[in-house]
Structures are given as structure tokens and as C-alpha cells.
């Protein structure tokens, strides 16, 4: 039969688990009948208001793409880091092309620890919509990426593209990844995420072992710091300009949803794009997009890359993570008026740290519901005056619940548990049992 993932909804995203389905002739179009148990409780209810259901994802398709690899990690691929084969193979779509429309498939094994080579990879294509003279714009729907070896699905020098209702389930580096912040345009509606582990290519892949262990971007002898590094995320946002739609983060080893700025293009579109600045470009639609069972945050608005290459003045490597501050502007014009970013419906439950925390503005987050995590969210400043203009960040008709019906299920990669909540009953926390929870902080 068909296999399924249940997502995490609790604190580790490593209780997602995986069923065959069987017959049941009795079930409802709501029901499916599993073979097993599941050891986790998936909490499946609407409370107090919030839709705080767990996702599933069908994993089996009826096409089937799958790398040859081997049983063990062998040669120079990272075995320090991985104990399993990562070379596996790869889907690239060049520019140029007439017509590409991929869907309906299962992508299993795919993917190397190798820049360039991803499940899913649309390479310097350009404009794939009807801008780039496309009558069918291009599109990547109702795939199931799952059990690779690198990223999901990689948007890289391409604009107006498509990605629904795809599963990315189990696999290393950012999931969904934007790659030289010059994507615009691109639509990811409908998508689900979980299970995003670290990998090695870039330093916001790695988490602290890794960032410390791989120095052969840096110069001289230096030794990079965690937080140079450790920003796994299962949506890499590096342009604004991209609308997110009803979308799933459902568990990261560090976060959901990451807006993250370039002040110039970079990697292959270095000194090719002569785009405007990333951080004074309006936000594209963000709508209905969930994020949960994350290490670290559910939903990030803040930082930047480092732009420019190692050198004895600044040792660290090429895109290593850096500041950067959010100021939309019209028409990404700094002498023109700011315009709101506007994220509504966002929910964002069971993460560790934050669940969501936003840098700069104008921001505006309307209808959403923060739940069960360490901190809700956060609202950053833009700076300190002068340099801060006077930017605004406005919450409203949103909901905040420190600790909520879904009480969790001890173990199972959840590192606290105690008593809480209105009932006074044993339940997983977010930190540990003296932390104090916090609903709304303002930060700077």
C-alpha cells in the first residue's frame, strides 16, 4: 500500500513517523486504517480557536525517481558528518527550454553534499512565467521529495516558477531554497516541509560541528563561530519578492521560515544582477503558512549574508551569516515612502525558542496565532537612533496561548517535561521547567 508521514506536534521534529496504509472499506474520506502503532501523539484538534492539526503526507507516488547509493558513506563525502551513502542523483532544468512541467512524481536518494547538484534544480533559467514568453508557465506540482541527500526543490537565478502541493520530507541542508537572492516572483503554495537536517555546502546549512570542522572557505587559520553558521531552515527566502501561500514548516533542526537579506546578488549572479538591495524590496504575499517543531524559531525575519570574499580584514567564509535589517520601500526606492510588509494568518506552535521573530518594518502581522513556545514573538527594532528611522511593527487580531490542550508525548527527542497548563498536568515544555514563557517580547 501507499506510505505516509505523520508530522510532529510536539517540540522534536523527530517524532514524525512513517506508516504503510491498508484496505478499509469502512473508512471515511476523513479516515485511513495504518499498519502499526504510532509512538507519538499527533494532536489532531482545533483549540481555542487555533488549527493546531497535524499535517500528513503521502510518500508514495505512482512514478518514481530514486539514486542508486550504496550502504555506507564512502570516499570524500563527508563521512566525519554522515554515516550513510549521500550520492545520490539529481534533477537539473537548464534555461532555454521550451516547455517544463514536472508533477506527480516520488524523488527518493536524490541529491549530493555537492554545490549544483539537488533533487529538484532549476539552474540560471530566468523568467519561466508568462513574462519569459511562457504560455504554460513552468511548474514543480504534487511532488514527494523524500530521503535525500540535498535540499528539495532549488530555485536559483529563476523567477516566476511554481511549487505546490509538495512534500519534503527527511533531507539535508534548506529544504526549499531560494539560492542567490535574485528569485523573484516564484509562487510556493501549498508545500509541506519536516524533518530538515543540517548538510555541509553552505555555512547556514551547518550546524556547530560542522561549521567548525569545514575551514576550507575561511582564510588563514580561522576558526568559525556558531554563529556564523547554523540557520538550517526549511523555506530559505533570500528575496522578498516571492509569495508564500498556505505552506507547512513542520519541523527543522533550526527553523520553519527563513527571510534572510542580500545587500548585493551573489554566488553566480555576483555582478551579473544589478538588482536593487533585498532589504528595501516589498514583501510578496504571505498568507496561511504554518511553522512548528522547530529547534529554533518557527518563523525568522531578520539577518544577512556576508557579501563579500575571506580576506585577513574579515576571515569568514563567503555567506556566512551576518546583520541585516528589513526596510521595504516603494519600489525598493529609499527615497520613497515604506510600505508595510503584511504577513496574515501565520500560526506558529511548539517551537523551541521563538515562534516567530521579525526584524524591522514597516511589519504588520494580522490573524495569527502563536502557541506553546518559548516565546511567541518577538518584534526586534530596525536599529538604534539615528540609523533607526522611526519604522512601526503592528500586531493584530492575533492570539497568544502559552500553553495549549496538546499536552505532547515525553521522549522521542523532547528534552523537558513538567507540569503546566490550566489543568496542572504533566506535558512537554519548550525550555526548561524554571523558563519563563513569554507571548509577545519587544526586543532592542
Known amino acids: 500500500g501507499d506510505r505516509i508521514v505523520l508530522a510532529s506536534t ?8 512513517e506508516f504503510d496504509l491498508l484496505p478499509c472499506p469502512k473508512c ?10 504510532p509512538k507519538y501523539m499527533h494532536f489532531g484538534e482545533i483549540s481555542d480557536g487555533v488549527d493546531l492539526r497535524g499535517e500528513v503526507g503521502m510518500l508514495t507516488r505512482n512514478v518514481k525517481i530514486q539514486g542508486e547509493v550504496e550502504n555506507s558513506c564512502y570516499g570524500d563525502n563527508y563521512c566525519q558528518f554522515f554515516d550513510y551513502d549521500t550520492y545520490g542523483g539529481h534533477i537539473k532544468v537548464l534555461g532555454g527550454f521550451k516547455s517544463v512541467h514536472i508533477s506527480g512524481a516520488e524523488v527518493t536518494h536524490m541529491g549530493q ?37 540535498s535540499r528539495c526543490v532549488t530555485i536559483h537565478a529563476t523567477n516566476g516558477l511554481l511549487v505546490q ?20 516572483r516564484n509562487r510556493l503554495v501549498h508545500n509541506l516541509g ?43 527566502i533570500p528575496h522578498p519578492n516571492n509569495d508564500l501561500v498556505n505552506n507547512s514548516a513542520a519541523g527543522s533542526m533550526d527553523t520553519g521560515i527563513w527571510y534572510i537579506f542580500h545587500e548585493v546578488p551573489t554566488g553566480l549572479s555576483e555582478g551579473v544582477h544589478l538588482d536593487s538591495s533585498t532589504i528595501y524590496t516589498p514583501l510578496g504575499k504571505f498568507y496561511n503558512n504554518r511553522v512548528h517543531s522547530n529547534d529554533r524559531a518557527g518563523l525568522m525575519l531578520d539577518c544577512g549574508v556576508k557579501t563579500t570574499h575571506p580576506s585577513s580584514q574579515d576571515p569568514r567564509e563567503y555567506l556566512a551569516m551576518t546583520k541585516g535589517r528589513y526596510a521595504p520601500h516603494e519600489d525598493a526606492d529609499v527615497t520613497r515612502e515604506r510600505v508595510p510588509a503584511v504577513m496574515e494568518g501565520l500560526i506558529a506552535y511548539k517551537n523551541h525558542n521563538d515562534g516567530a521573530w521579525v526584524r524591522g518594518g514597516e511589519l504588520l502581522l494580522d490573524k495569527c496565532a502563536f502557541v506553546d513556545n518559548g516565546k511567541g514573538l518577538t518584534l ?26 496538546n499536552v505532547g508525548t515525553d521522549g522521542g527527542g523532547n528534552k523537558f517535561y513538567g507540569i503546566g497548563g490550566v489543568g496542572k ?11 519563563p514563557l513569554r507571548g509577545l517580547q519587544i526586543y532592542d
Open 10 to 17: 510536539d517540540y522534536s521534529m523527530d517524532q514524525a513517523e
Open 28 to 37: 471515511t474520506r476523513y479516515q485511513v486504517k495504518i499498519d502499526g502503532k
Open 113 to 149: 553534499q555537492i554545490l549544483g547538484s539537488y533533487p529538484v534544480h532549476f539552474h540560471l533559467a530566468g523568467d519561466v512565467d508568462e513574462r519569459g514568453g511562457y504560455v504554460r508557465p513552468t511548474y514543480v506540482r504534487g511532488l514527494s521529495i523524500h530521503h535525500c541527500f
Open 165 to 184: 502541493d509538495t512534500v519534503g520530507y527527511d533531507t539535508l541542508g534548506h529544504c526549499y531554497f531560494l539560492e542567490d537572492g535574485v528569485e523573484e
Open 194 to 236: 519536516l524533518v530538515t537536517r543540517p548538510g555541509t555546502l553552505l555555512p547556514t546549512d551547518r550546524d556547530p560541528v560542522m561549521c567548525r570542522d569545514i575551514r576550507s572557505g575561511v582564510y588563514g587559520d580561522y576558526i568559525p563561530l556558531s554563529n556564523d553558521c547554523n540557520a538550517v531552515s526549511t523555506f530559505w
Open 380 to 405: 526586534a527594532s530596525d536599529g538604534t537612533f539615528p540609523s533607526d528611522d522611526g519604522s512601526r511593527q503592528q500586531v493584530w487580531n492575533s492570539v497568544f496561548i502559552g500553553e495549549s490542550q
Open 425 to 435: 498536568t504533566w506535558r512537554t515544555l519548550p525550555r526548561g521547567r524554571d523558563f
